[in-house]
């Protein structure tokens, strides 16, 4: 039987939980959209685990921070004043809002705190500074 490798294409299913099994994600019940292992498009750990594994065959994994979304990053904090912003948008904590940088591109933030001048955006992943648990199922190799 054939296992996984650095280049193959697979499909798994998985359910990701926090270290108190709450669940972030799961695809246990549909296919995963497939991933070719190598292409850096899935966290290292995670794609690291798959590595070696038999379609069929069934793991559970627990992905330290470092080798999943990384540590939360203190930088990726911004204190932004609301006169900078349009005057018409709806602000909720929890909102995702799109941030230009500096250089043009654009990143993600969601709003972790409103006052009456700022709000504060946090750009680091929701799960950045987690360690992380899969359940993994290797469906196949493509």
Avoid: W
């Amino acid at each position: 039987m054939a296992r996984a490798k650095h280049g193959d294409t697979v499909q798994v299913y998985y359910t990701g939980t926090l270290l108190d099994s709450e669940v972030f994600d799961t695809l246990a019940n549909r296919k995963l959209v497939h991933f070719t292992i190598g292409e850096g498009r899935i966290i290292p750990g995670f794609e690291e685990a798959v590595l070696g594994m038999n379609p069929g065959e069934s793991k559970i994994i627990k992905v330290p921070a470092d080798r999943a979304y990384g540590p939360r990053r203190p930088e990726m904090i911004y204190v932004v004043n609301l006169n900078e912003l349009p005057p018409d948008l709806e602000l909720q904590i929890g909102q995702p809002l799109e941030i230009r940088q500096g250089n043009g591109q654009t990143n993600t933030a969601r709003i972790t705190d409103i006052s009456e001048s700022t709000i504060t955006l946090d750009a680091n992943h929701p799960l950045a500074g987690q360690d992380l648990v899969f359940d993994i199922e290797l469906a196949e190799i493509l």
